[in-house]
């Protein structure tokens, strides 16, 4: 019941494309015509609808009751004397400073060699999940929503000290035990870590040393990546910057061309439509792809992709036929695009607590991003100039206008 709602909400508002300005008494007023779409407007409404649908249909049925997020407690790695490659991981606990009697509490990867737990070790089974990628791990202690209910978890209470123990491409490395963070009691004494937390593990020739962050990090649940640290501080900023120096770089450049007066108020008025959509795709779904993200977030990377195609996809196959049209179709598109798509992330992402560990790393996201919307920016600002600027010339300007953002932004918020 759900989709075909969504459905009707979508199909209906492309019956809402068409705007006119009318003047009367010195006011501008606007009038929306519920006009008979053209059969390119059905073609992406259907379209962007059917990807909607294919999405929802992989992920789990939405829960009224969504369980509490488990306990998460971040590790990042720093090397003191070059880069080693980690190849397994263990937690380990200890019940005094000697560990004489360690009990592995979770693994990831393979730990071998001389100085890890073999499999004959006694292992914990309270349902934690330990997932690694570059220099970042996440420990997930999910006991509350891991047990069958007719298989209860062990009564035995967790130690009060942990260790870990890294096989990295050259040699295994132990660090010395050390206490978890007592700060924070729950009733469930069968959590290994009493509270989310985050710990730096420093590791050098011979050892490992672990230390707890004083502060606790924003992500203990959720999204980490360096472009939502960046989102956090910057992003209404950054807009505002964005479209400000793409603004001043295009006019120039217009005006370094002679363009007629027409074409340079509408390539300055497209330079501020397309940024509606094509800055969130840089600052969600290129996020959205690197490790350690929610299903939520990824969801709405990549209703934030589907918005901006759409726009693209209209504004090439019926590119409207004044400024004011052009207002109105990119506000509607923008609008009832991020409605319909944060709808249906929040229906399809909630309730799932888990991160996925994989994804693209910061490195080669970031340049990917870049790449995109200068091709995205190009293929519209050419697209709606109607053949008055080829797509050279159209990527010209945006590879100028966006080296030129990306620049300022480094220079200012840095």
Avoid at 191 to 207: I, K, M, R
Wanted: charged share 15%; hydrophobic share 45%.
């Amino acid at each position: 019941m759900r989709y075909s709602f969504l459905g009707f909400i979508f199909i209906a508002s492309s019956y809402l494309y068409e705007a006119m300005w009318l003047t009367k008494d010195g006011y501008v007023l606007m009038a929306w015509k519920i006009l008979k779409p053209r059969k390119s407007m059905h073609i992406l409404a259907i379209a962007l609808m059917s990807l909607f649908l294919a999405i929802s249909c992989f992920v789990n049925p939405v829960r009224a009751n969504a369980p509490p997020p488990p306990q998460m407690n971040w590790f990042t790695l720093t090397h003191t004397s070059g880069h080693k490659t980690l190849q397994g991981l263990q937690i380990v606990e200890c019940s005094n400073a000697n560990c004489d009697r360690p009990v592995l509490v979770v693994q990831y990867g393979e730990c071998r060699d001389t100085g890890c737990l073999t499999n004959g070790a006694q292992a914990s089974s309270r349902g934690e999940r330990l997932d690694c990628f570059d220099d970042r791990c996440l420990l997930v202690d999910d006991i509350l929503n891991s047990f069958p209910i007719n298989e209860p978890p062990s009564k035995e209470p967790p130690k009060p000290l942990f260790r870990m123990i890294g096989q990295f491409s050259d040699r295994v490395r132990m660090s010395p035990p050390i206490p978890k963070d007592t700060s924070v009691r729950y009733k469930n004494e069968n959590l290994s870590f009493p509270s989310d937390g985050s710990w730096q593990v420093e590791v050098t020739d011979d050892a490992m040393r672990i230390v707890q962050n004083a502060e606790k990090d924003s992500y203990s649940f959720g999204s980490y990546s360096p472009f939502q640290q960046y989102k956090d501080r910057i992003f209404w900023r950054g807009w505002l910057l964005t479209i400000l120096s793409e603004l001043l770089v295009a006019a120039i450049y217009m005006w370094w061309r002679k363009a007629s007066l027409p074409l340079f108020g509408k390539i300055l008025l497209v330079i501020v439509m397309v940024n509606l959509f094509s800055y969130p795709v840089v600052w969600s779904f290129f996020p959205s792809l690197e490790p350690f993200q929610s299903a939520m977030t990824r969801y709405f990377g990549i209703s934030s992709l589907a918005i901006a195609l759409l726009f693209g996809l209209t504004m090439q196959v019926d590119p409207p036929a004044s400024l004011s049209k052009l207002v109105f179709s990119a506000l509607t598109i923008f609008i009832g695009g991020n409605i319909l798509g944060g709808l249906i992330s929040i229906l399809c992402g909630y309730g799932r607590w888990d991160l996925f560990a994989q994804g693209i790393p910061y490195r080669f996201a970031m340049p990917a991003s870049e790449v995109f919307v200068i091709v995205y920016e190009a293929w519209v600002i050419s697209s709606l100039s109607q053949r008055q600027l080829s797509f050279a010339q159209a990527s010209l300007i945006s590879l100028l206008t966006n080296l030129t953002s990306l620049s300022l932004g480094i220079i200012i918020f840095r």
